[in-house]
């Protein structure tokens, strides 16, 4: 399994409420946030690791370039305009095969995670699994349609009736998945809503897989809420 962080956001409202270190290097439970994903992933089985980050966190980059990995570690250093557009960089420089794409402040438990993957290396039967959540706290939250079989049928800006679950962040796909976002590119799309309704127009048969609880780290207030729910408490 490869694996693919989003760390380019510029965590403006982190340092507007006072936090000096940029959003990659915020500590959660002791442990630098990107180095908390990378840590996970390892543990998950990464044959490769590629992250994007922007061109205005030094300090990211020096700490990246500082981790020694057994398997490849591909960083891209680039600004770009939206989440979707990060993820063409990151496309770019990684391997065919499956993997799993996320943000950098995207927080789960370990153990979900570890699950998740699981069930996505499982099982070839699908082109994507997305990990949802019932827990909603997102400023805008993006809701997912599904079926009683958990194959998703679209993705909603508003609730609908019926609705039981957000997008939690967490993205497993293949390769087949980068044509459909180059085209995006190419039409001038933007935004990584708009990229999982292209992937359902075109045909791709994508599940979710239900986790009880992901946070987002957006405010200051939200790194102690994530430090207490990566504790289980």
């Known amino acids: 399994m490869h694996y693919a962080i989003i760390a ?22 002791g442990e630098p946030m990107i180095m908390r994903l990378i840590n996970i992933f390892m543990r998950c089985n990464a044959q490769s690791i590629s992250i994007i980050i ?19 570690l591909n960083i891209v250093v680039k600004s770009t ?31 979900d995670f570890a699950r998740y993957i699981a ?5 070839d039967t699908h082109d994507g699994m997305w ?9 805008k939250p993006l809701y997912v349609d599904v079926d009683n079989d958990m194959n998703i049928k679209a ?24 044509p459909v976002l180059n085209n995006c590119i190419e ?5 990584m809503r708009n990229f999982q309704r292209a992937l359902i127009a075109a045909g791709m048969h994508l599940k979710a897989y239900s986790i009880d609880k992901i946070i987002d780290v957006d405010h200051a207030s939200d790194i102690a809420v994530a430090n207490s729910f990566i504790k289980g408490e």
Request: aromatic content about 12%; glycine content about 6%; proline content about 7%.
């Open 8 to 29: 380019a956001g510029e965590g403006s409202r982190l340092a507007q409420e006072g936090v000096a270190k940029p959003k990659p290097l915020v500590e959660l439970n």
């Open 54 to 72: 922007n061109d205005f966190m030094p300090e990211v980059k020096e700490f990246l370039n500082n981790i020694k990995l057994d398997v490849p």
């Open 81 to 111: 305009p939206s989440s979707m557009h990060s993820f063409w960089e990151l496309s770019k420089v990684m391997k065919p095969g499956k993997f799993c794409l996320t943000t950098v402040d995207t927080i789960f438990r370990e153990d």
């Open 119 to 123: 069930a996505f290396e499982a099982n």
């Open 131 to 139: 990990a949802v959540t019932p827990f909603i706290e997102d400023e």
């Open 155 to 178: 993705f909603c800006d508003k609730p609908f009736d019926g609705a039981r679950y957000v997008s939690g962040g967490v993205y497993a796909m293949s390769h087949k998945a980068f």
């Open 187 to 191: 039409q001038g799309i933007s935004r």
